[in-house]
């Protein structure tokens, strides 16, 4: 199994672009985390999708960033328009709760530069 | 769910045990002790979680409480590879709620 697959790795982009990251869960996860991390903030949870559906959206910092799942093997995260303070690394997550709870597979994360 | 508290920061020799503390004196009888960490520029790695009886894995052990107010994650031959944040985290495994609450982790320096 590849893991969690997360593309680009590295993003830098002016301010009032718009900015789209990409995740590939594991096959047969059937939930999908979208998680930014700052070292002010830590890890946030900005969303999280159960069998394709948005279930807690909560998150989201705004009206400028959405997720899609659109079905049980990607999942997109939007930016727009970026603002300089959406600067982060951005890591998707899935897991499984037949897998009894044993915990989440992280993909390696996006660094977004805002700039 | 449940709050932690950690250390924010340990010191271990590489190749003698780690032993990373965590207190959770507010979990309830049905919340989780999960453990992660994260090494520098990578995504968070789960390592190993329990309810109340000890636990261990390739990776770790992890030591509950009798009361469930705290508990112990070791490592027990450290290395340089070990160096990390690690984080301590409770939570209902079968909540419907099924996310996790991340507060700022101890970090781990192996010294040679």
């Known amino acids: 199994d590849a893991g969690v697959i997360q593309s680009p790795r590295h993003e830098v982009t002016e301010m009032g672009q718009e900015v789209t990251l990409r995740c590939k869960p594991i096959s047969g996860h059937d939930y999908l985390f979208w998680y930014r991390q700052t070292m002010m903030r830590g890890l946030e949870l900005l969303i999280y999708?159960?069998?394709?559906?948005?279930?807690?959206d909560s998150g989201m910092p705004e009206d400028r960033f959405s997720a899609k799942m659109p079905n049980a093997s990607f999942s997109t995260l939007k930016i727009q328009p970026s603002e300089p303070r959406d600067s982060a690394v951005y890591f998707c997550a899935s897991s499984s709760r037949r897998r009894g709870g044993y915990g989440y597979t992280f993909g390696s994360g996006t660094r977004l530069t805002v700039v | 769910d449940a709050k932690t508290t950690q250390p924010p920061s340990m010191d271990c020799a590489e190749g003698r045990a780690a032993n990373l503390p965590c207190n959770h004196s507010?979990?309830?009888?049905?919340?989780?002790v999960y453990w992660y960490r994260q090494i520098h520029s990578q995504g968070p790695q789960y390592i190993i979680h329990g309810l109340k009886n000890n636990e261990t894995n390739e990776m770790a052990s992890l030591i509950i409480t009798e009361d469930r107010k705290s508990s112990t994650l070791i490592l027990p031959h450290a290395t340089l590879r070990d160096t990390a944040v690690y984080y301590c985290?409770?939570?209902?495994?079968?909540?419907?709620?099924?996310?996790?609450?991340w507060g700022a982790g101890t970090k781990l320096i192996i010294k040679p």
């Open positions: 985290i409770v939570r209902k495994s079968m909540d419907s709620n099924y996310q996790l609450i």
């Open positions: 999708f159960n069998n394709n559906v948005p279930i807690d």
């Open positions: 507010t979990i309830s009888g049905n919340e989780y």
